[in-house]
């Protein structure tokens, strides 16, 4: 059942306009920086085979950056694709149909974010083609560039788990985005105030941040401690979204 419930929601989401413009928009803003990329590459790799005859590797300078792009923008778009996961079935009373059914509140928030993560590996995959695109011409490094594609998609996978819980939270879906996106900047952004504390607190903030445990993938450094993070992150979302629907069922 648990699979049933993702494909139809995985298919519900193919089913709407938006889902189709933002996989057009985020594509087409990845291609161009992709193409710039590609063109300061290439001038870069001229100057430096003259001077010193040392070549750059294309993976570094194009592929990471590319995949730091991608989790940026995936940072705007994902309260967008989450935002009416939960909420609007909430608003249109439809969410009574599966608290009848045989269901567990796991089963449905597992089946729903498996859905939601199908529609993001889609997304993930179809901007990989880009870089892949480069075997054309001539090789990647496979360690750094595994490293980026599996830390972006950690990265937007915890994004989405977040957007989910916070779509259990309203029958809005305006404010479930504008919660999502609220507290994924706020997990971005906790690098910065770490940079002016000391000692333990440091640490702890440190390892809340996002960003500091994606620019590990990004530098093509696997840790089981930033792998942990995201898998964390996730489980607690999402049993927090159990937990939350567990008391809507019990108010009806």
Not at 3 to 18: C, D, I, Q, V, Y
Not at 100 to 122: C, H, N, Q, R, T
Not at 161 to 173: D, H, N, R, V, W
Request: charged share 10%; aromatic share 12%.
């Amino acid at each position: 059942m648990i699979f049933t419930l993702a494909a139809r929601e995985l298919r519900s989401m193919f089913l709407s306009p938006l889902a189709w413009a933002i996989i057009g928009v985020v594509q087409f803003i990845l291609a161009f920086i992709f193409a710039v990329s590609l063109q300061d590459y290439l001038v870069v790799q001229q100057q430096r085979l003259h001077l010193y005859n040392f070549a750059l590797g294309i993976t570094d300078f194009v592929v990471s950056p590319i995949y730091s792009a991608a989790a940026f923008i995936m940072m705007f778009t994902i309260p967008i694709i989450t935002m009416r996961i939960i909420s609007e079935e909430k608003r249109s009373t439809s969410i009574a149909l599966l608290f009848s059914a045989p269901l567990s509140m796991a089963e449905i928030v597992l089946g729903k974010y498996l859905g939601l993560l199908g529609f993001l590996a889609i997304m993930t995959l179809v901007y990989t083609l880009m870089p892949l695109s480069l075997l054309f011409a001539g090789s990647l490094n496979w360690g750094l560039f595994l490293s980026a594609l599996l830390g972006t998609f950690l990265m937007v996978s915890a994004c989405g788990a977040i957007g989910l819980f916070m779509s259990s939270l309203t029958k809005q879906p305006i404010i479930a985005a504008m919660s999502t996106f609220g507290a994924v900047l706020l997990l971005w952004i906790l690098s910065l105030s770490g940079s002016s504390n000391t000692g333990e607190a440091i640490n702890l903030i440190s390892y809340l941040s996002m960003l500091d445990h994606l620019q590990a993938f990004q530098r093509g450094i696997f840790s089981t401690s930033d792998f942990a993070y995201y898998i964390l992150v996730i489980i607690v979302f999402l049993v927090l979204s159990i937990r939350r629907l567990d008391s809507d069922r019990l108010q009806r």
